[in-house]
């Protein structure tokens, strides 16, 4: 089409931001870092390379995501311990926080729930910032490799993308069949993964992850949690996923819990106040 004569003025105008999210309750980090110095660990859960692994931590404690052997990418799923429909929802984060999420940034439940259920505490590549390419860490933009799009885009029966190994961990932590645990799972928090949109034809990218053993990501529980991690195919993700050829690592889980009255003063956040009417009596 031939561009309207107002078309650079048109392009001209300045964006505003959807979710000002100035109003959004804050968490008190201070409040969190002083409990973590006095927390003593759980326990750990090794996750191994191109499979998942479950864990489960009670509102009010900590758990630590860490590269171990080698730069590699994890999937992170999250839902209330207690009921699985509410689950972390990626895109409503995204549209909250941003792209990639960062300490003080939190991974939201979805509807009717929205509400936290994690809190970011620590994050030792938020040097990383934004690259030249307009890449980041830790995304809420892509979804998990799967074996559907594999299937679609090149005919392939690939067994260990993240989707399939969130559904076998799921499957196994809670007794659902297979199908049922499939269900569950959802787009993730693409945690150490190196993301973004390239400027000039808009689609996803991935290069290789800035993460390097000893890295970690450091999360509070603000509600009861089961998560599942996948230590995805892709390994570092700089080549490609969805197959056996990139070299691999584990990645590590540790839950750990604050001294007794070391959260006084804070309370796990309620369910979201909308009265779910949508209008009607
Ligand atoms: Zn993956």
């Not at 804050?26 to 409990?35: G, I, N, R, S, T």
């Not at 994890?74 to 409503?92: Q, T």
């Not at 030792?124 to 799967?146: E, F, K, Q």
């Not at 080549?239 to 990645?251: F, M, Y």
């Amino acid at each position: 089409m031939t561009e309207p004569s107002d078309a650079a003025a048109r392009r001209a105008v300045e964006p505003v931001i959807c979710y000002p999210n100035e109003t959004l309750p804050v968490p008190d980090l201070e409040l969190y870092a002083q409990a973590r110095k006095g927390a003593v660990k759980l326990g750990e859960v090794v996750v191994p390379p191109r499979d998942a692994a479950c864990f489960r931590v009670k509102a009010g404690q900590f758990f630590r995501i860490s590269s171990v052997e080698g730069p590699q990418v994890g999937d992170l799923n999250l839902w209330n311990a207690e009921d699985l429909s509410e689950r972390f929802y990626s895109g409503k984060s995204r549209a909250l926080h941003g792209t990639h999420l960062t300490v003080g940034e939190r991974m939201w439940s979805s509807f009717p729930y929205l509400r936290p259920m994690a809190t970011i505490i620590t994050d030792t590549l938020d040097w990383y910032g934004i690259d030249a390419y307009g890449g980041s860490v830790h995304d809420v933009i892509g979804t998990r490799c799967d074996p559907y799009t594999g299937n679609l885009l090149s005919g392939t029966q690939y067994h260990h993308c993240c989707h399939s190994n969130l559904t076998r961990a799921l499957a196994d932590e809670t007794g659902l069949s297979l199908h049922e645990a499939e269900a569950h799972v959802h787009d993730v928090l693409n945690v150490f993964m190196c993301t973004g949109f390239t400027r000039d034809t808009g689609q996803y990218f991935m290069k290789a992850s800035p993460v390097r053993p000893g890295d970690h990501l450091e999360f509070f529980a603000e509600i009861d949690l089961l998560g599942a991690l996948s230590a995805c195919p892709g390994g570092d993700c700089s080549t490609e996923h969805s197959s056996d050829t990139a070299r691999c690592h584990p990645l590590l889980v540790e839950m750990f819990e604050p001294a007794q009255g070391a959260l006084n003063g804070w309370v796990s956040p309620p369910v979201n106040g909308y009265d779910r009417s949508h209008g009607r009596a």
